[in-house]
């Protein structure tokens, strides 16, 4: 495609439950990293994966979150046991490498009920 | 990345020039002056950014100090669908992580 793309756009969920959030990175692009945004707040790095090098999991919050991403392109982000502070926006965002331009989705607004 | 400090909010008047001004201080000589924009309910847009000269695109223009510890990104006839936050960030060109401060919410008002 030609951009970024998140599935699901929504997502309601009960607290407890697990919840798996996909990206779709721009094809050719080696970068993919993946942010939250609560209400009102500004972007929160979670994870970035660069090619075959282990991924960069510091902004990670809790055991409860982890990410894949298979084969060099799409990822999936992972919620286990969801808490209602968990309900954000998660975006995902990829880029060529070395370069600047950052492509982001359109996120997937999480809630926990 | 170096640390960016941006004001908060700024009101502008439709077809007025929008100036955005960040404030880098501790940027390195190698670190580039990068602008994104989110509008309501979308993710971030890529708008500008430089290193030492002043840019300019269809978008934007961006003024960066001689001494490189500030910036300004100026929409030079701003409409109402450039209402957004503005983000400001500092960084090299390699890939890395990427690190957004709070941003400056800007208004356009007819």
């Known amino acids: 495609g030609a951009g970024v793309s998140q599935s699901p756009s929504n997502k309601v969920t009960e607290k407890g439950k697990d919840v798996e959030l996909r990206c779709d990175p721009i094809s050719g692009h080696t970068a993919l990293y993946w942010y939250r945004q609560s209400l009102g707040q500004g972007l929160e790095f979670l994870i970035y994966?660069?090619?075959?090098?282990?991924?960069?999991k510091s902004g990670l919050p809790s055991d409860r979150f982890s990410a894949e991403r298979t084969g060099g392109s799409v990822s999936t982000l992972t919620i286990q046991r969801t808490q209602q502070e968990d309900s954000a926006v998660y975006l995902c965002a990829s880029s060529p490498e070395g370069n600047y331009g950052y492509t982001f989705g359109s996120g997937t607004r999480l809630t926990v009920v | 990345d170096a640390k960016t400090t941006q004001p908060p909010s700024m009101d502008c008047a439709e077809g007025r020039a929008a100036n955005l001004p960040c404030n880098h201080s501790t940027i390195s000589g190698n670190e580039y002056v990068y602008w994104y924009r989110q509008i309501h309910s979308q993710g971030p847009q890529y708008i500008i950014h430089?290193?030492?000269n002043n840019e300019s695109n269809e978008m934007a223009s961006l003024i960066i100090t001689e001494d490189r510890k500030s910036s300004t990104l100026i929409l030079p006839h701003a409409t109402l669908r450039d209402t957004a936050v503005y983000y400001c960030r500092s960084g090299g060109t390699s890939y890395g992580k990427l690190t957004f401060g709070q941003g400056t919410i800007l208004t356009v008002h007819p």
């Open positions: 430089g290193l030492k």
């Open positions: 994966f660069q090619g075959n090098s282990a991924p960069d």
